[in-house]
């Protein structure tokens, strides 16, 4: 947003100039306003840490990240890029297998992943599509380019904070709003519905979908509510729902009705104890069955881990070539893979450089931040690589973008860093980008930890017209 | 309508009016301290009893401490194991809204949430200590603009409805309850007329129905036309004919067809019989009578809230039961036979008082 010597990017000119006009005591004002709305409207997510149930709001800075709409068309045309190669590698490791077989792709590492369920091999899903709905974390860089860092095939999260969000900065900055060109995001919910209808196993017309959530409990409650709400469809809970002869239903005052999509906001293994784990009561038994049968869609497809495995994301790039025969247009990581011995000797002999990260965890746990650790630390996790090289892989360091963020302590706007995750959702005839997505903030000064379990906020993110073509 | 969202529809609607009932009885009561020449002791003992909160309140406190306004106000206000507190009935409510989130319209959702913080934050214990008459009138307010919200923002179709059965029947048990208070007080106290008037008075503000029975009975006030009109009126919305004749209503639109055997007919024919026994029924002055009146129509009232909660589930196979809910009971004064109610148990959980 900010140049490098201090002065608004000219995109974002316009945007800055409104903030300008505001006393830094009314910027506080408005800033506890739209935190107070939130928390009102229980726009919160639940701290899995805290026994009981405490909810908060994720903290919103009010001061908006902006984006050229010039920008913005390449990171579309990579991400939908990226997801077409992503589904048709799922498409494959639950088919043919043909990648096991590609040079530069190591299949041990592949067939290795936490998340691969081989158990799924030769069912095709009902509606084609296995990723309708993604979240991929990007970061940019200090070149200024964006580089994917995480791809989230199976469940992500965020986006109602995305839509929440904007109707808070909506109030307060109208003009600015309409002044900067920012492309709108409330219509989101309505994209998604018309995305899981097109995988519908009968006529979309006469689908009946439903979000399945894991209850009420769940730490992303709000946004199960928020979509089901917004997209009119209804929210279960997985005892709502069971299956006779491999037809899904779900039990109404009137007695069952027929389900034919579900949007699951569970994780795979506890989607169907039947299928997954037997010791279970958790799920609806017979799920995969009528999966397999093909009379329900489940979104997104069980088994994606295996696409967004840490382990996989070095070698995606190869697999965008592989299948679509194109060079990445997005840029991504450099990634040492501790499954390669060279990678390996590299990593634990370079620690204190490097960051390193648990290929099967998420939320910025299982991490070693090698710069700041102490030595006992970084021992500690020399040994655990060492012991399974295969769990590890390490970057170096990405100095994270940073934008203006207010400072409620010391009341003033400070430089704090931030990624972006991006939702893309996807039918058959192509894959259609929120324009904005979820720009996470480290709120703490110094700190790269943006995950909201971890101290971090978020911002709305104003993506302008593209004028240039 | 799925079977779980339906139970919890029906559930919110019965803790929204509680709240309201209980704030405004304790409300009420206050006043009536000051309004009648009776011992303050006499104004509190009979809200603890009519509760139901008796027996685990004088096992904590002791039976002297029925007398003591503070002591119950606390205990009705705040006590978290009291299942029938303010406290609890707002936790309770604000959880059901959670479940049903995605029926209830953002408006009363926000409003519900709104009184569920502020009941759980500094504000509200401040308000209670320093102006106790505007913490009831807060929750009151909250909880009446929550349920006109309902009827104003959300569509009026099987939700609503469902809603909306569960606070014409929770508001049946509480008119009893609060109509059922009279004995308690008047049987230990040389009946005076003044103080008479003065608790009819009471009991008809506790009931919101003091306007509205002033303009039918243009201030003629007895124990017979104060109890009749709680008890028989058929356009004041918080008598129980009124209230169950409008359930019966309701299922009918929940179920059509319930008036025959088939879905929703088991309630249905339960609560017509009752509207058809009350129909046929005329109050006599005494205490004894009305009472069991009360007692009987409480009773059967619980019932029919077990038997909608069967119906909920559908026709087929058994739902997993969401836990135990909080039935209020009737319960008994001390001169008359002990009547065990609201123990029904429902096929999506048991309801125990």
């Given at each position: 947003m900010i140049d490098v010597d201090g002065t608004p990017r000219s995109h974002s000119r316009r945007a800055t100039r409104i903030l300008d006009g505001l006393t830094p005591k009314e910027f506080a004002k408005a800033q506890s306003l739209a935190e107070l709305s939130l928390y009102s409207q229980g726009v919160t997510f639940s701290v899995y840490s805290d026994q009981r149930g405490t909810e908060k709001i994720f903290p919103i800075c009010l001061v908006p990240r902006v984006i050229s709409g010039a920008e913005w068309s390449r990171v579309e045309k990579g991400l939908a890029q990226r997801i077409a190669a992503l589904n048709l590698f799922l498409d494959d490791m639950y088919g043919e297998q043909?990648?096991?077989?590609?040079?530069?792709?190591?299949?041990?590492?592949?067939?290795?992943?936490?998340?691969?369920?081989?158990?799924?091999?030769?069912?095709?899903?009902?509606?084609?599509?296995?990723?309708?709905?993604?979240?991929?974390?990007?970061?940019?860089?200090?070149?200024?380019?964006?580089?994917?860092?995480?791809?989230?095939?199976?469940?992500?999260?965020?986006?109602?904070?995305?839509?929440?969000?904007?109707?808070?900065?909506?109030?307060?900055?109208?003009?600015a709003i309409e002044e900067s060109a920012v492309r709108p995001v409330e219509q989101y919910p309505m994209h998604l519905a018309e995305t899981l209808r097109a995988i519908s196993p009968v006529d979309p017309a006469d689908t009946r979908i439903v979000l399945l959530t894991p209850g009420s409990f769940n730490s992303a409650y709000f946004e199960h509510t928020f979509l089901a709400r917004t997209m009119g469809v209804e929210l279960v809970e997985p005892s709502d729902l069971f299956v006779e002869d491999d037809i899904v239903y779900v039990r109404t005052i009137r007695g069952p009705e027929r389900v034919h999509v579900v949007y699951r906001r569970i994780d795979d293994a506890y989607l169907d104890p039947e299928f997954f784990r037997p010791d279970s009561l958790l799920g609806v038994p017979g799920l995969m069955r009528a999966y397999a049968a093909g009379n329900v869609a489940l979104a997104n497809a069980p088994g994606n881990g295996v696409a967004d495995d840490k382990a996989v994301y070095p070698f995606v790039p190869d697999l965008i070539k592989h299948y679509l025969g194109e060079e990445a247009i997005l840029a991504q990581v450099d990634t040492f893979v501790c499954a390669r011995p060279n990678d390996l000797t590299y990593v634990v002999e370079n620690l204190a450089k490097l960051v390193v990260k648990a290929v099967d965890e998420a939320g910025g746990y299982g991490m070693l931040m090698g710069p700041q650790a102490s030595v006992a630390e970084r021992d500690d996790f020399r040994r655990r690589i060492l012991a399974e090289p295969r769990r590890y892989i390490a970057q170096h360091r990405v100095e994270l973008s940073t934008c203006p963020t207010w400072d409620p302590a010391a009341e003033k706007l400070a430089p704090r860093r931030v990624d972006l995750r991006p939702f893309i959702l996807t039918q058959q005839s192509g894959s259609w980008v929120l324009p904005g997505g979820l720009t996470r903030v480290a709120l703490v000064e110094g700190s790269y930890v943006v995950n909201s379990s971890q101290g971090g906020g978020s911002k709305d993110t104003w993506v302008q017209k593209d004028t240039s073509s | 309508m799925i079977s779980r969202v339906a139970d919890h529809c029906f559930w919110f609607g019965r803790y929204m009016d509680r709240a309201e009932s209980t704030a405004r009885l304790l409300q009420v009561t206050r006043t009536l301290v000051f309004d009648a020449d009776i011992p303050v002791t006499q104004c509190w003992k009979p809200l603890v009893i009519v509760s139901g909160a008796e027996p685990i309140f004088t096992k904590r406190f002791g039976a002297g401490a029925m007398g003591n306004g503070e002591m119950v106000q606390s205990y009705m206000t705040w006590e978290p194991e009291n299942l029938v507190s303010l406290h609890t009935s707002v936790r309770a409510a604000r959880e059901s809204a959670r479940v049903i989130r995605d029926v209830l319209s953002l408006e009363a959702w926000e409003e519900v949430n709104e009184l569920y913080h502020w009941m759980n934050g500094e504000d509200a214990k401040e308000v209670y200590r320093t102006n106790r008459e505007q913490f009831y009138r807060r929750v009151r307010r909250a909880t009446q603009l929550v349920l006109g919200l309902v009827r104003s923002t959300m569509l009026h179709d099987t939700p609503m409805s469902l809603l909306w059965a569960g606070v014409m029947l929770e508001r049946v048990g509480q008119t009893a309850r609060t109509l059922d208070m009279h004995p308690h007080t008047m049987e230990l106290e040389s009946a005076h007329q003044i103080v008479e008037v003065a608790i009819w008075l009471s009991l008809l503000r506790a009931s919101s129905g003091y306007e509205a029975f002033v303009k039918k009975h243009q201030g003629r006030i007895s124990a017979q036309t104060v109890a009749s009109f709680l008890v028989f009126d058929r356009s004041f919305p918080r008598s129980l004919r009124y209230c169950l004749g409008s359930a019966r209503k309701i299922l009918t639109d929940i179920w059509p067809g319930a008036e025959d055997p088939g879905p929703g007919h088991a309630p249905y024919d339960r609560l017509d019989a009752l509207t058809k026994w009350l129909d046929k029924r005329a109050v006599t002055a005494t205490p004894a009578a009305i009472h069991d009146l009360l007692t009987h129509i409480v009773d059967e009232t619980a019932t029919i809230c077990s038997s909608i909660g069967r119906e909920i589930v559908g026709p087929p196979a058994p739902a997993k039961a969401p836990g135990a809910r909080q039935e209020q009971s009737m319960t008994t004064t001390t001169n008359m036979t002990a009547t065990a109610t609201g123990t029904g148990t429902s096929a999506s959980g048991t309801r125990t008082q």
């Open positions: 043909t990648v096991l077989k590609a040079k530069n792709i190591p299949a041990d590492l592949i067939l290795g992943a936490k998340f691969f369920l081989p158990k799924l091999r030769g069912i095709r899903p009902p509606g084609k599509v296995r990723i309708p709905i993604a979240g991929i974390d990007l970061i940019r860089s200090p070149d200024g380019v964006f580089r994917v860092l995480e791809d989230n095939l199976r469940t992500p999260s965020g986006v109602s904070y995305v839509v929440e969000n904007r109707l808070v900065t909506k109030r307060i900055f109208q003009s | -």
